[in-house]
């Protein structure tokens, strides 16, 4: 089992940056693909970004140029750095982990409320 804590949400005026962060704890484990989803009531979640173990990386075209993802392997830790925050980006975003050994699986952190104001 691998546990996901995301932390950092909170509530910014447009134009201002936050920066998320979300660690994965356990039992030995290796960790692939980490990535940012958010949702907003009524609507599905929807990718934001996500890095490979191999560093590569896939944004949203909404969150191009603005959001920056990264990741420690050390810690075990993904990062979002979001900037230029917009009231459009309000949303509770979810980390998502997936692990590779000792067998596969895909976890989910219980999500974070980023609130930006106009």
């Known amino acids: 089992q691998v546990q996901v804590a995301e932390s950092g949400g909170g509530l910014v005026q447009a134009g201002g940056s936050l920066r998320l962060s979300c660690a994965a704890s356990g039992r030995r484990f290796v960790i692939g693909t980490m990535g940012w989803y958010r949702q907003t009531p009524g609507n599905q979640r929807e990718l934001v970004a996500e890095?490979?173990?191999?560093?590569?990386?896939n944004y949203a075209d909404f969150v191009k140029g603005r959001f920056i993802i990264s990741r420690d392997d050390a810690k075990n830790t993904v990062y979002l750095q979001m900037n230029s925050l917009k009231p459009e980006d309000t949303a509770v975003y979810y980390c998502?982990?997936?692990?590779?050994?000792?067998?596969?699986?895909?976890?989910w952190g219980q999500g974070t409320q980023v609130t930006v104001s106009s």
């Open positions: 998502n982990v997936r692990r590779l050994w000792p067998t596969g699986g895909e976890y």
């Open positions: 890095i490979t173990g191999g560093s590569t990386i």
